[in-house]
């Protein structure tokens, strides 16, 4: 079994400016060029999930061979994100429905998951996915969520993400990142959740004999623990 890490990159207005985030997915695949021959299908995927409701697209697909790490044994741009005169609307209008709201005022996102067998305490383990371009209803109650028809249709394109195709045949299968097996069918939470889109933040360095530190996280103080 080799690993692969594929990872698409998004991109839409947030607080009036554009902002990107990474949606990535773990899979089982037979080589390098395999991999590659699948990154089509993967974004073709995950296109589907956006909506053209809302500006934005996705801006590039690239797949990674865990075991190696490294460059990208394939990758497509579509377009660069931070030129918003470039942007590459998505397709269609996704399994949002027509109507609703785009998620404005906070980090609003739809989550995605699927049972990844259970931990050491005996609990449920998942593996999933946040995505940021939707609409949602209020429906008859205060808190935004998603209708049935809606978690049904968005649903079916999560689990279309277990098997990607090299073009000929099913070549990739999907696993978590350590290897594991997946188990059935995924669900989309009926509720819209808040998640910080995943960017990371860069942390004030400091310069030590020529070598640049980073502080620890949380710290008050400037702590080298990690260096470039």
Avoid at 17 to 32: K, L
Wanted: proline share 6%; charged share 15%; aromatic share 12%.
């Amino acid at each position: 079994m080799t690993v692969y890490k594929f990872q698409a990159t998004s991109v839409d207005y947030w607080r009036g400016n554009p902002h990107r985030w990474q949606n990535s997915f773990h899979f089982d695949v037979s080589n390098d060029a395999t991999a590659a021959l699948c990154l089509a299908d993967f974004a073709t995927k995950m296109d589907a999930f956006g909506t053209s409701t809302i500006p934005g697209g996705l801006a590039s697909v690239a797949c990674y061979n865990t075991s190696t790490g490294g460059v990208p044994v394939g990758s497509t741009t579509f377009f660069p994100w931070d030129t918003v005169g470039s942007w590459v609307p998505f397709s269609g209008a996704g399994p949002w429905g027509g109507t609703g709201h785009p998620p404005i005022a906070t980090e609003s996102s739809a989550k995605f998951r699927t049972q990844a067998g259970v931990g050491r305490t005996g609990k449920p383990v998942y593996v999933g996915f946040f995505w940021h371009s939707f609409i949602a209803s209020a429906a008859a109650m205060p808190t935004a969520s998603f209708s049935s028809t809606v978690q049904t249709a968005a649903e079916a394109l999560y689990d279309a993400l277990q098997t990607l195709s090299d073009g000929t045949s099913a070549a990739a299968v999907q696993v978590t990142p350590g290897g594991g097996s997946i188990a059935g069918s995924g669900a989309l939470l009926p509720y819209v959740e808040n998640h910080q889109r995943t960017r990371g933040r860069r942390r004030k360095s400091v310069t030590i004999d020529g070598k640049r530190y980073y502080p620890a996280a949380k710290s008050a103080s400037v702590v080298p623990v990690e260096a470039d």
